[in-house]
């Protein structure tokens, strides 16, 4: 795999919707009383309307160009900004309690990176941790929406570039020199005469004695040494040295391990329990109780918590989804999808694609640690919502939310798993009915069955054209209900009135704020709408946009082809913004498009477009029956992707090779999404049980080429990253597949009419652990 990222002279400052007042050049902020050097940053929306905001009568071609779900996310977090604070310690390190939740993504290594910059020290003496649960943030501890960056960009820096200020003043006042005579370099102030203190030395001096308000002039990119150079994550040692702690790896005293029997068919609910006392019984059990869920099992290990899960006898009542299949599914979706409207009286093209079920299981099991006393309960978990959960948590024991302390804890990988906190309110309820602190973990099976899934979707469009000219297009976006009881329904409601949406609903509201059209496709229209709300959904990675620009791309490409222009020269020749063409352009040069290919391989090419960044990824795809039909056991091979690049604009990047790191996730989903990963659902629950037969991106379906390609600067501030790669991916994908088989693919994944393996029981719900491993050493 190749890399390659370059930095260069910002582009003109990105438009100021309500969450961009950052314009000015000096900031606002407080010292606050404490016994170190403590500062934070006072940040507010600027007031009045917007220099640039569309002209009355004149409506933006998309609504994103005047606000986007980013920029809500950041306005709602801004009063609470002088919440979070930066301290320089007596030791010369300095400690930042990140309100985010670090699950992979490598946001600690990023903030840190920030403060290094602007507080002028070496990146190894900042201390990032994760922060507990503080209500008092309101919405400034969500993580999600590839809004971390972009929303603590300007506050972080404005803390550590007040530290910095007091620092030297206060070496300045120790040597009786002017503070234009002080410097600081690598964590040292330095003076005429030689004279230098470390940061240690000049804390205390330097701490406010009452909180004080104060101005700051931040750093100009130009002088930056640390912000948009390539950085390792500060904590890669302790990952691969086993050190770093995950929640199931805290030693919290007597909270032993917890496993719960789960219904059959989703949201099954309890009937009766024919053997309590018998499972009780069990060696190393030590408690076995009925909560909503199912039953759960306390034991001295996993090991016995399954032997008593499997040894259960419940009889179980139905649950939400009782009887439904795919087919099913598909029958209500169709049922509710939104006209089209009457057929153009223009030559168009249009067509109808569908997405089935696909799972949102992170590679760290589901789990969450709790200790309930009559006043108060404590609980340690990997949380992206955890002030919701604290509220919820509170709610379900009847205690007010300071009598709950809410741990947040690093994650395994999440992709919108975490928004949801049900381990924690499984294992709150069971330390409470018994009394005792429980390790509550899923099993895979759990999670893969009874956990969160990608809506099940259908997405109808239509593009009219005359000649060489788009006059317009229509989308409608069919979709199981998706869940945002995680948080996001709250900021959006908060938010509501500040927002050119009218009067929809949270998905709506969601769904127009975090969909864009990047080409100059004439007057158009994107429509949601959501039914049964029976199945336990949530918002993975990218939420509907993978699905949505999927279809459009498809389209493009039947487009292209109707009015006889390349695919690539096509999108340039339409797309709206010089970024996008030249990300474009890039990703095309890199893989050189257009190259001869043998016969049943094909390129690919798709360009999405979110939160002020743009991607375009370039992909190969061998659909030829030699590697189609490759022996996999119990599997599909399917195509393989051999090559993929992927160009990224992202308007400043803070560590270009965390960037790289995110966009070969996000390529690795979006071939999943395409060939490979989907639950089938049959009879009211998912086949699938873990990861064993839920097919992710495996290793024979990887490119052996890759590149990503990190843009230079285009603007003076990150756009958002987490997420955007997945969709262009997922696209690219199915465009090279429709080019080298000839048809172009209309449900997905490809190969989800293949079932390849025996189905795992769903009575008992965890499977037998196997046993014949050895039989398939090669």
Same mark, same amino acid.
């Given at each position: 795999?190749?890399?390659?990222?370059?930095?260069?002279?910002?582009?003109?400052?990105?438009?100021?919707?309500?969450?961009?007042?950052?314009?000015?050049?000096?900031?606002?902020?407080?010292?606050?009383?404490?016994?170190?050097?403590?500062?934070?940053?006072?940040?507010?929306?600027?007031?009045?309307?917007?220099?640039?905001?569309?002209?009355?009568?004149?409506?933006?071609?998309?609504?994103?160009?005047?606000?986007?779900?980013?920029?809500?996310?950041?306005?709602?977090?801004?009063?609470?900004?002088?919440?979070?604070?930066?301290?320089?310690?007596?030791?010369?390190?300095?400690?930042?309690?990140?309100?985010?939740?670090?699950?992979?993504?490598?946001?600690?290594?990023?903030?840190?990176?920030?403060?290094?910059?602007?507080?002028?020290?070496?990146?190894?003496?900042?201390?990032?941790?994760?922060?507990?649960?503080?209500?008092?943030?309101?919405?400034?501890?969500?993580?999600?929406?590839?809004?971390?960056?972009?929303?603590?960009?300007?506050?972080?820096?404005?803390?550590?570039?007040?530290?910095?200020?007091?620092?030297?003043?206060?070496?300045?006042?120790?040597?009786?020199?002017?503070?234009?005579?002080?410097?600081?370099?690598?964590?040292?102030?330095?003076?005429?005469?030689?004279?230098?203190?470390?940061?240690?030395?000049?804390?205390?001096?330097?701490?406010?004695?009452?909180?004080?308000?104060?101005?700051?002039?931040?750093?100009?990119?130009?002088?930056?040494?640390?912000?948009?150079?390539?950085?390792?994550?500060?904590?890669?040692?302790?990952?691969?040295?086993?050190?770093?702690?995950?929640?199931?790896?805290?030693?919290?005293?007597?909270?032993?391990?917890?496993?719960?029997?789960?219904?059959?068919?989703?949201?099954?609910?309890?009937?009766?329990?024919?053997?309590?006392?018998?499972?009780?019984?069990?060696?190393?059990?030590?408690?076995?109780?009925?909560?909503?869920?199912?039953?759960?099992?306390?034991?001295?290990?996993?090991?016995?918590?399954?032997?008593?899960?499997?040894?259960?006898?419940?009889?179980?009542?139905?649950?939400?989804?009782?009887?439904?299949?795919?087919?099913?599914?598909?029958?209500?979706?169709?049922?509710?999808?939104?006209?089209?409207?009457?057929?153009?009286?223009?030559?168009?093209?249009?067509?109808?694609?569908?997405?089935?079920?696909?799972?949102?299981?992170?590679?760290?099991?589901?789990?969450?640690?709790?200790?309930?006393?009559?006043?108060?309960?404590?609980?340690?978990?990997?949380?992206?919502?955890?002030?919701?959960?604290?509220?919820?948590?509170?709610?379900?024991?009847?205690?007010?939310?300071?009598?709950?302390?809410?741990?947040?804890?690093?994650?395994?990988?999440?992709?919108?798993?975490?928004?949801?906190?049900?381990?924690?309110?499984?294992?709150?309820?069971?330390?409470?009915?018994?009394?005792?602190?429980?390790?509550?973990?899923?099993?895979?099976?759990?999670?893969?069955?009874?956990?969160?899934?990608?809506?099940?979707?259908?997405?109808?469009?239509?593009?009219?054209?005359?000649?060489?000219?788009?006059?317009?297009?229509?989308?409608?976006?069919?979709?199981?209900?998706?869940?945002?009881?995680?948080?996001?329904?709250?900021?959006?409601?908060?938010?509501?009135?500040?927002?050119?949406?009218?009067?929809?609903?949270?998905?709506?509201?969601?769904?127009?704020?975090?969909?864009?059209?990047?080409?100059?496709?004439?007057?158009?229209?994107?429509?949601?709408?959501?039914?049964?709300?029976?199945?336990?959904?949530?918002?993975?990675?990218?939420?509907?946009?993978?699905?949505?620009?999927?279809?459009?791309?498809?389209?493009?490409?039947?487009?292209?082809?109707?009015?006889?222009?390349?695919?690539?020269?096509?999108?340039?020749?339409?797309?709206?913004?010089?970024?996008?063409?030249?990300?474009?352009?890039?990703?095309?040069?890199?893989?050189?498009?257009?190259?001869?290919?043998?016969?049943?391989?094909?390129?690919?090419?798709?360009?999405?477009?979110?939160?002020?960044?743009?991607?375009?990824?370039?992909?190969?795809?061998?659909?030829? +029956?030699? /590697?189609? !039909? $490759? @022996?996999?056991?119990? =599997?599909?091979? #399917?195509?393989?992707?051999?090559? *993929?690049? %992927? &160009?990224?604009?992202?308007?400043?990047?803070?560590?270009?090779?965390?960037?790289?790191?995110?966009?070969?996730?996000?390529?690795?989903?979006?071939?999943?999404?395409?060939?490979?990963?989907?639950?089938?659902?049959?009879?009211?629950?998912?086949?699938?049980?873990?990861?064993?037969?839920?097919?992710?991106?495996?290793?024979?379906?990887?490119?052996?080429?890759?590149?990503?390609?990190?843009? +230079?600067? /285009?603007? !003076? $501030? @990150?756009?958002?990253? =987490?997420?955007? #790669?997945?969709?262009?991916?997922? *696209?690219? %994908? &199915?465009?090279?597949?429709?080019?080298?088989?000839?048809?172009?693919?209309?449900?997905?994944?490809?190969?989800?009419?293949?079932?390849?393996?025996?189905?795992?029981?769903?009575?008992?719900?965890?499977?037998?652990?196997?046993?014949?491993?050895?039989?398939?050493?090669?």
């Amino acid at each position: 795999m190749t890399t390659s990222h370059s930095s260069g002279t910002d582009g003109p400052e990105p438009r100021d919707p309500v969450s961009r007042p950052f314009a000015r050049r000096r900031f606002l902020g407080y010292v606050l009383a404490a016994p170190v050097l403590t500062t934070a940053a006072q940040l507010a929306p600027a007031s009045g309307a917007r220099a640039d905001a569309a002209s009355p009568g004149l409506p933006s071609p998309d609504l994103t160009e005047l606000i986007d779900l980013n920029d809500v996310m950041t306005a709602a977090a801004l009063p609470t900004s002088g919440l979070i604070t930066v301290e320089v310690n007596t030791d010369g390190t300095v400690s930042f309690a990140l309100p985010r939740t670090e699950v992979g993504q490598g946001i600690t290594t990023s903030t840190a990176m920030l403060i290094a910059e602007e507080l002028g020290v070496p990146l190894a003496r900042v201390r990032v941790t994760l922060a507990d649960a503080r209500p008092e943030l309101l919405f400034n501890q969500l993580t999600g929406g590839s809004n971390t960056t972009f929303a603590t960009y300007t506050p972080i820096r404005v803390a550590a570039a007040l530290a910095r200020e007091r620092l030297l003043r206060a070496a300045a006042a120790r040597w009786d020199t002017p503070v234009t005579a002080v410097t600081m370099k690598a964590g040292v102030v330095t003076g005429p005469g030689g004279r230098s203190a470390g940061l240690g030395e000049l804390s205390r001096q330097a701490a406010g004695v009452r909180t004080e308000r104060a101005s700051v002039t931040l750093k100009p990119r130009e002088t930056f040494t640390v912000i948009g150079t390539p950085r390792g994550r500060v904590d890669a040692l302790a990952a691969v040295t086993g050190r770093k702690r995950f929640t199931m790896d805290l030693d919290v005293p007597d909270a032993l391990p917890t496993m719960v029997c789960r219904p059959p068919t989703i949201n099954g609910e309890v009937g009766s329990v024919a053997n309590l006392a018998e499972v009780r019984a069990l060696p190393g059990v030590t408690d076995v109780v009925v909560i909503p869920t199912g039953v759960a099992v306390r034991a001295t290990t996993f090991g016995r918590c399954v032997d008593a899960v499997r040894a259960l006898r419940v009889t179980w009542r139905p649950g939400t989804a009782e009887g439904k299949s795919d087919a099913s599914v598909l029958r209500e979706l169709r049922a509710a999808r939104l006209p089209l409207g009457p057929p153009p009286l223009t030559p168009s093209v249009e067509e109808e694609f569908t997405f089935h079920f696909r799972g949102n299981s992170a590679l760290e099991p589901n789990c969450a640690i709790a200790d309930v006393r009559a006043d108060r309960a404590e609980v340690w978990s990997s949380l992206k919502a955890p002030i919701v959960a604290q509220q919820a948590i509170a709610a379900s024991l009847g205690l007010p939310p300071h009598a709950v302390t809410v741990h947040v804890t690093e994650g395994g990988g999440s992709f919108g798993r975490k928004l949801f906190f049900d381990a924690a309110l499984e294992a709150v309820e069971v330390s409470r009915r018994i009394g005792k602190p429980v390790k509550l973990m899923w099993h895979r099976a759990d999670d893969v069955r009874q956990g969160r899934t990608h809506p099940m979707a259908i997405s109808r469009m239509r593009i009219a054209y005359l000649g060489g000219t788009v006059l317009g297009y229509q989308q409608r976006h069919t979709s199981v209900a998706t869940d945002y009881g995680h948080g996001l329904g709250e900021i959006l409601t908060a938010m509501a009135a500040r927002l050119p949406v009218g009067d929809i609903g949270f998905s709506e509201t969601f769904f127009q704020l975090s969909q864009s059209m990047p080409y100059d496709f004439g007057v158009g229209s994107r429509l949601l709408s959501e039914t049964d709300k029976g199945f336990n959904t949530g918002s993975m990675r990218n939420v509907y946009s993978p699905d949505v620009t999927c279809a459009r791309e498809l389209l493009v490409d039947r487009l292209a082809a109707r009015m006889g222009k390349d695919p690539r020269r096509f999108r340039h020749d339409f797309l709206r913004d010089d970024r996008f063409r030249a990300v474009l352009d890039r990703a095309a040069e890199a893989g050189d498009w257009g190259r001869t290919m043998p016969a049943g391989t094909a390129q690919g090419i798709a360009f999405h477009s979110e939160y002020h960044s743009a991607c375009a990824v370039l992909v190969e795809l061998d659909c030829r +029956p030699e /590697t189609v !039909g $490759r @022996p996999v056991r119990d =599997g599909v091979a #399917g195509p393989r992707v051999t090559k *993929a690049v %992927v &160009a990224v604009d992202v308007g400043l990047a803070v560590n270009p090779r965390g960037v790289e790191a995110q966009m070969t996730g996000c390529l690795m989903d979006g071939i999943a999404l395409t060939l490979t990963s989907s639950l089938h659902l049959r009879d009211g629950y998912f086949l699938e049980a873990s990861w064993d037969n839920y097919f992710y991106t495996r290793q024979w379906n990887t490119p052996p080429e890759l590149e990503i390609i990190v843009m +230079p600067p /285009t603007t !003076g $501030r @990150p756009g958002g990253a =987490g997420e955007l #790669g997945v969709a262009a991916s997922a *696209a690219a %994908v &199915a465009c090279a597949y429709g080019r080298a088989t000839g048809t172009m693919p209309t449900v997905f994944p490809v190969n989800h009419g293949t079932l390849s393996f025996e189905p795992k029981p769903t009575v008992p719900p965890v499977p037998a652990s196997p046993t014949d491993g050895l039989d398939h050493v090669r």
